[in-house]
């Protein structure tokens, strides 16, 4: 059984030829969403920051992006915007 068939699809990515490349799971409202390529390997993660700085906690909206090595990074930030867009 596949665990991505699982978790909640937020988005599928496809190439300007129709074929699949990425797909996006879990919840951007909780800033907890994870991506995978087309061989289903994780090439980034979004995660709420959770530390606190002089005993303030960030707001909802405070992340990290998580990038594998070899992932575009301005391909994942444009990933975060549309997330954005979709999702606020």
């Known amino acids: 059984m ?5 978790s909640k699809v937020l988005a599928r990515v ?9 797909m996006i799971q879990g919840s951007y409202g909780r800033r ?9 390997k994780l090439v980034v993660e979004i995660q709420r920051k959770a530390a606190t700085l002089e005993g303030n906690t960030f707001g909802e909206d405070v992340f990290q992006l998580i990038i594998w ?3 575009d990074p301005v391909l994942a930030m444009a990933l975060v915007v549309l997330l954005d867009q979709m999702f606020s």
């Not at 496809?14 to 990425?22: E, G, L, N, Q, V």
């Not at 907890?32 to 289903?40: A, F, K, N």
Request: proline share 4%; charged share 20%; net charge negative.
């Open 2 to 6: 596949n665990l991505l068939l699982q």
């Open 14 to 22: 496809f190439s300007s030829d129709d074929r699949f490349a990425y």
């Open 32 to 40: 907890s969403c994870r991506v995978y390529d087309s061989s289903c």
């Open 69 to 71: 090595p070899g992932f």
